[in-house]
């Protein structure tokens, strides 16, 4: 009997208003949009899947003229709703998501001012307004989390950064290593250590700790492979466990992966996903989904390019435990 609620995560556009360099839909204009209808249409299957959890990607989701409204519809239909956002529109619009019932969102802040994030992200002012979206959403009851790109430019940043979302009333915080098709050299590997390993060895009564495994990986062997060869950690071996629990769905091409990464992965080996839809028809547990799922469970730990650094987490602790506390994902 499953014990764990599933996570569906949606790509709801494909459009951007930031310019962040190391991120494919940067200033995007495209005009796809996941309607109300589809989400309708999604929900029943959802819940027939066992998903308790939606989260909607993008792009920039606060940036679709319906995000309240879906947010409304998924919250009417007992999931419990979350967004991941830039943060440029999330002030003025935290109070009616609020309304609408958005439990949890999810704000990318990759230094401790905007010196460093807007620079990176070649978007003036979106530190401060995610920052204060943050705290205005706290303020009404959603659950807020930060998650964080790191690498050469900006790790020795990050216990500012711990003190100032520790300061901010951020409940939940990710270190996500910084992906690029190249190797990412670091000058030293032992001062990445000195500086990041006191951020998941704090005291979580003082200072909010980073969720998931550590960004340049837990084991001798991850962070070996991470600072020789740009390898991030990943879900230990022998088993994926976030393909049993997670379907991404990209609305745009209708497809739907096991993982929110394997769609951003197009060189792994493997299935690429399966059809949203048969004969016109959204099915989500259908036979080609579950050989999908069945593969990256048994072969992500060898063929995937690496995790999210809470996916990763999430993995092994479902291994160790049998079992993840609410939004752990």
């Known amino acids: 009997m499953r014990t764990r609620d599933r996570y569906l995560f949606i790509r709801i556009l494909e459009a951007c208003n930031a310019d962040c360099f190391m991120c494919e839909f940067a200033l995007s204009r495209d005009t796809y949009r996941f309607s109300p209808e589809d989400f309708a249409d999604l929900l029943p299957k959802a819940r027939d ?70 620079v990176y992200r070649r978007t003036p002012g979106l530190f401060d307004s995610g920052l204060r979206g943050l705290r205005e959403a706290a303020a009404l009851g959603v659950l807020p989390r930060v998650n964080t790109v790191v690498g050469p430019h900006n790790y020795a940043e990050m216990p500012r950064l711990q003190e100032v979302l520790t300061q901010a009333g951020v409940r939940q915080w990710e270190l996500s290593a910084l992906k690029l098709d190249r190797t990412i050299t670091y000058p030293d590997a032992d001062h990445v250590r000195a500086v990041c390993d006191p951020l998941y060895d704090a005291d979580p009564a003082a200072l909010l700790v980073p969720m998931g495994k550590r960004f340049y990986g837990d084991t001798p062997r991850e962070q070996e492979r991470y600072f020789t060869g740009s390898v991030t950690p990943r879900a230990a071996e022998p088993l994926c466990h976030v393909a049993d629990d997670v379907i991404y769905v990209d609305g745009k091409y209708g497809r739907m992966y096991a993982c929110s990464c394997i769609p951003h992965r197009e060189g792994d080996d493997g299935p690429g996903g399966a059809p949203l839809r048969e004969q016109g028809v959204v099915r989500l547990d259908t036979p080609v989904f579950r050989a999908h799922a069945d593969y990256f469970r048994e072969r992500g730990p060898e063929v995937c390019s690496g995790c999210s650094t809470t996916a990763a987490g999430y993995s092994d602790d479902v291994a160790r435990l049998g079992t993840v506390g609410a939004w752990h994902y």
Do not use: C, W
Not at 83 to 100: F, Q, S, V
């Open 49 to 118: 899947a066992g998903v308790g959890y939606v989260r909607f990607t993008g792009g920039e989701p606060l940036m679709h003229p319906d995000v309240v409204d879906l947010v409304r519809a998924g919250t009417a239909a007992g999931m419990k709703m979350s967004l991941i956002t830039n943060g440029a529109l999330l002030p003025r619009m935290a109070a009616p998501l609020a309304a609408a019932g958005l439990a949890q969102v999810i704000v990318s802040l990759d230094g401790a001012s905007g010196a460093t994030h807007d």
